[in-house]
């Protein structure tokens, strides 16, 4: 007998070594013709049936069981339980768990800054995009505050006169001798020469 059939016989397919379903049928048929109707139609493991039945000498593989390890009943002893941290209530051993502290990291205060006021020396001669020009301030404070409110000067040298006005937040500033200007600001006069400041009469 073939072994390929022994190990078909014994459950194994082609690629293990035994045989398929085809070839399986036609071996066993051609060993026992007498057989042959029942072989045709029969699966694999109806065919491992008669393999059992016919061909006494094959070996039949036999199950390998393993005995079952072993396992201990015993228990391991608990560990005994810190008396520092843990304490008995109700025959019970209830160990809470350590919070850890959190860090708190002081906050560096920033020095405080002082909000006053810083007042600025004002400028005789301010400059502009347009050119160097009288200061307002500067004329309002160094010839008589209020008594200068209407005075006109040639604030750029350039021919072109303006009035001393104030205004409600009491800064003072150069209007021009418009005819809106005029009408509502009486002390302008006509706009022409009046500046205490010789060099821009």
Same mark, same amino acid.
């Given at each position: 007998?073939?072994?390929?059939?022994?190990?078909?016989?014994?459950?194994?397919?082609? *690629?293990?070594?035994?045989?398929?379903?085809?070839?399986?049928?036609?071996?066993? !048929?051609?060993?026992?013709?007498?057989?042959?109707?029942?072989?045709?139609?029969?699966? =694999?493991?109806? @065919?491992? !049936?008669?393999? #059992?039945?016919?061909?006494?000498?094959?070996?039949?593989?036999?199950?390998?069981?393993?005995?079952?390890?072993?396992?201990?009943? #015993?228990?391991?002893?608990?560990?005994?339980?810190?008396?520092?941290?843990? =304490? =008995?209530?109700?025959?019970?051993?209830?160990?809470?768990?350590?919070?850890?502290?959190?860090?708190?990291?002081? #906050?560096?205060?920033?020095?405080?800054?002082?909000?006053?006021?810083?007042?600025?020396?004002?400028?005789?001669?301010?400059?502009?995009?347009?050119?160097?020009? @009288? /200061?307002?301030?500067?004329?309002?404070?160094?010839?008589?505050?209020? /008594?200068?409110?209407?005075? =006109?000067?040639?604030?750029?040298?350039? *021919?072109?006169?303006?009035?001393?006005?104030?205004?409600?937040?009491?800064?003072?500033?150069?209007?021009?001798?418009?005819? *809106?200007?005029?009408?509502?600001? !009486?002390?302008?006069?006509?706009?022409?020469?009046?500046?205490?400041?010789?060099?821009?009469?």
């Amino acid at each position: 007998m073939s072994e390929t059939l022994v190990n078909a016989c014994n459950g194994k397919t082609k *690629g293990n070594g035994g045989l398929n379903l085809p070839e399986f049928r036609s071996q066993l !048929s051609k060993k026992y013709p007498s057989q042959s109707d029942t072989i045709k139609n029969a699966k =694999r493991k109806e @065919l491992q !049936s008669l393999c #059992k039945r016919l061909l006494k000498d094959v070996p039949v593989k036999k199950r390998v069981t393993f005995a079952p390890k072993k396992v201990s009943l #015993k228990r391991k002893a608990p560990k005994e339980p810190r008396v520092d941290v843990c =304490r =008995r209530i109700g025959g019970k051993w209830v160990c809470p768990m350590k919070k850890v502290p959190k860090v708190k990291i002081p #906050k560096i205060k920033k020095p405080a800054v002082s909000k006053r006021t810083i007042h600025y020396e004002p400028v005789r001669i301010k400059p502009t995009k347009t050119g160097d020009r @009288l /200061s307002a301030r500067w004329y309002y404070d160094n010839y008589g505050d209020d /008594s200068t409110v209407g005075d =006109r000067c040639n604030i750029r040298k350039d *021919g072109e006169y303006k009035c001393l006005l104030k205004r409600d937040n009491g800064s003072p500033y150069w209007a021009g001798c418009t005819k *809106g200007t005029l009408a509502k600001h !009486s002390e302008c006069g006509d706009c022409s020469s009046n500046c205490q400041y010789s060099d821009f009469m």
